[in-house]
C-alpha cells in the first residue's frame, strides 16, 4: 500500500447494557508507515473522535491485552500490519464487554482452575536448584506464553462446549509449563481429564493464531494428553491405545476392528450403524492382509527398542 | 509428460471412503498422473499414536517416506488431512535433520531399508494447482458443474501447522475455492466455517464434541446455500457423511447434505462417468442432487 492511501475499517459495536444487537461502523484512516491495526484505531478514536472501546498497553507483542478478529482472524492488533480492508471484532469465546473488548477474566479464570504453580512434595532444596537446560527445553517455548487468549479464541471444540467444560489451550499451555518442569512433583492426570482436554478435536487452529509462535496443540496439550492416557486416568484411555495395538496387528487401521476393540461387548450398539453402512457398502468388515505387515511388525519392535 | 508421484491413500481410503480412492485414481488416470501406490505401507498413527507412542509414530511415517523415496518419485501425495500431516511433521523432522535421519535409518536398517531425506508431501489441491497445472485441468475439462452450490471444507491438516506447510494461509485457505471457481468453472459459497474443524478425532471418544463441531459445519454451508460440501480429506468425509445423521439430531436441526471428496467432484468435471467415482458409497447420497442438477 502506499503512504496516505485509504484504508477502509468496519468496525463492530455493541453495548450490551444498551443495544439489542451488534452494528458495524465503516471509517476510513490514511495509511502510514509500518502502520498495525492499532495505529487504525488510534486513527479512528483520536483523530476522527469516534468514541468507542478498545484496549491495549504495552504496543509491543508482550501484554497480550488488544486481541481482535481481523477479517476472521485472531490477532494482536498491535502487532498485526494493516490491510487494505479490515473488519474488526471482538475475539470470540469470551463475553463481550464492548465493542472491541472481551471479558478476558474468564480467561485467568480458566487458567486458575488448573492451578499453574509448582507443587512439591520433597522440600524445596534451595537456590538454585539442579535443573538442566535439556530438562528444561520443552519449558522455555511455553514461557513465552502472554496470556492473550488468541489460540483460546481460535478454538473450535471450546466455542462448541464452552470455557466451563473445557478450559481451552492457553491454560494447558500454562499447565503444561509446570507439568513439564522437572521440579514439579504434582498429581496433575485428573486435574488435566476434568478440565476437558480431551474435547480438543487436534485442529491445531491454536498454533496458527499464536503471537509467540507457541503451537499449545503439540508443546502443552499432546504431552498432558499422553500423561492422562498413559496413567489411564482418562475414561476413554482405552480408544487411544487399541489403536496402536491395531497397527501392531495388522499394519492398517480398520474401523471396524477399531470399534470392537474399544468398545468390546457393547459393540452392539453400534449395529444400527453398522447395517445402515453395510448397506451402503461402506462397512469394512474385512480387509485384504497388508502386504508389509512382517515389516511393519519389525520396524515397530526396532523403534521401541530406541524408545 | 507423466507426472509421477508415490500414493498412500490412507486407511479411511481402504476401507469407508474407498469412494475417495477410486475417484482419487480415475481423476489421475485421466489427468496424467501415475500413480506408484506404497502398497507395503500401514497406518501413519494418526493423531491417537501421537499420544501413546510418539517416537514410534514417527518412524512409521519415516518408515512411509522411505517407501515413497524409493518409488524414485520424490513427492508423496495422500488424500487424507491427518496422513499429510503427520507425514509432513515426519519429513521436516528427517529432511533437514541430519542425527534424526541417522536414529531413523538405524531402525529402517533393520529391514534394510534407508531414508535420504528427500521426499516432499503434497495434497490434492496441491498436486491439482501446482503439478498438473491450470492448462491441463482445463483441457480435461468435459462437464458444466455451475449448477451445483458448493462449499468448500477444507479441513485441519492440510493448512495446519503453519511451520510444515506454507502452501496457504493456516487460517484463511483458498486452494478449493480457486480450484472449483478458476479450474472447474464451478461455483463456491462462502461460509464462516470452512476452516474449522470436522471433529473426526474425537468420534470415539467425545461424541458430543464431534457431532457438534460436525452440525456446526454443515448447518453453516445450508444456512448459506449450499448444495453440497467438498473436502479434500477422507477423514473429513467419514465424520460430515457417515456421522451427519447423529450430528444434525445434536443441533435439533432438520437437513442432509451430501458430502464429496474432492477427487469425486473433479471427476465429476471432467467426465467421468458418476458410475465410476464411487458416488453410490455415501450415507447421504449425492445421486439426487446431481440428477436435479443434471450433473
Known sequence: MELGEK????????????????????????????????????????????????????????????????????????????????????????????????????????????????????????????????????????????????????????????????????????????????????????????????????????????????????????????????????????????????????????????????????????????????????????????????????????????? | MTIKVAYYPGCEAKTVNEAADEATRKVCERLGVELIELKDAGCCGSMDMRITSPDVAQVLSGRILALAEATGAYKLFTICNTCAFNLVDAASRYNKNEKERQTLNRVLGESGRAYKGTVDVITLPWLLIRLVGYAAVRDALRKNISDLKIAPFYGCHMTRPKTHYGFEHPMKPTSIDILIREFLDGETVDYPSKALCCGFHTLLTEERVSYLSIGRVLKNAVDNGADCVVTPCTQCVVALDVYQGEAVKEINGKFEIPILHLSQLVGLAIGIPKEELGFKKHIVSPMKLMERKGA
Not at chain 1, 502510514?32 to 492499532?38: A, F, H, N
Not at chain 1, 532444596?125 to 481460535?154: Q, R, W, Y
Not at chain 1, 514439579?184 to 509462535?213: K, M, W, Y
Not at chain 1, 485384504?288 to 526396532?302: F, Q, R, W, Y
Open chain 1, 7 to 307: 484504508i477502509e475499517v468496519t468496525l463492530f459495536r455493541y453495548d450490551p447494557s444498551t443495544d439489542k444487537q451488534p452494528r458495524y461502523e465503516t471509517y476510513e484512516v490514511p495509511h502510514r508507515s509500518k502502520m498495525r491495526v492499532l495505529g487504525a484505531l488510534e486513527s479512528i478514536a483520536e483523530e476522527q473522535g469516534v468514541e468507542f472501546a478498545f484496549r491495549y498497553y504495552c504496543g509491543n507483542n508482550r501484554c497480550g491485552t488488544c486481541g481482535v478478529k481481523v477479517n476472521g482472524v485472531p490477532v494482536l492488533a498491535c502487532w498485526e500490519p494493516v490491510q487494505p480492508r479490515m473488519v474488526i471484532q471482538p475475539l470470540d469465546n469470551f463475553t463481550i464487554v464492548r465493542d472491541l473488548v472481551v471479558n478476558l477474566d474468564e480467561l485467568r479464570e480458566a487458567i486458575e482452575r488448573l492451578n499453574p504453580r509448582i507443587v512439591r512434595k520433597k522440600a524445596y532444596p534451595g537456590f538454585p536448584e539442579n535443573i538442566t537446560h535439556e530438562e528444561m527445553k520443552h519449558v522455555f517455548k511455553l514461557m513465552d506464553c502472554i496470556e492473550c487468549g488468541l489460540c483460546t479464541s481460535a478454538c473450535p471444540a471450546v466455542s462448541v462446549v464452552g470455557l466451563k467444560e473445557f478450559a481451552g489451550p492457553a491454560a494447558y499451555v500454562k499447565l503444561a509449563m509446570k507439568v513439564l518442569d522437572p521440579r514439579d512433583e504434582g498429581e496433575r492426570a485428573h486435574q488435566i481429564v476434568d478440565n476437558g482436554i480431551f474435547c480438543c478435536t487436534s485442529c491445531l487452529r491454536c498454533g496458527a493464531v499464536c503471537p509467540q509462535d507457541i503451537d499449545p496443540f503439540q508443546d502443552a496439550i499432546e504431552p498432558l494428553k499422553r500423561l492422562s492416557v498413559t496413567q489411564e486416568v482418562y475414561k476413554h484411555s482405552r480408544a487411544y491405545t487399541a489403536f496402536e495395538e491395531a497397527i501392531a496387528e495388522s499394519g492398517d487401521v480398520n474401523p471396524t476392528v477399531l470399534v470392537r476393540k474399544i468398545k468390546g461387548l457393547k459393540m452392539v450398539t453400534e449395529l444400527p450403524k453398522g447395517l445402515w453402512m453395510l448397506a451402503k457398502g461402506i462397512l469394512p468388515i474385512k480387509q485384504p492382509p497388508n502386504p508389509g505387515l512382517d515389516e511393519i511388525k519389525k520396524t515397530i519392535e526396532a523403534a521401541r527398542r530406541q524408545e
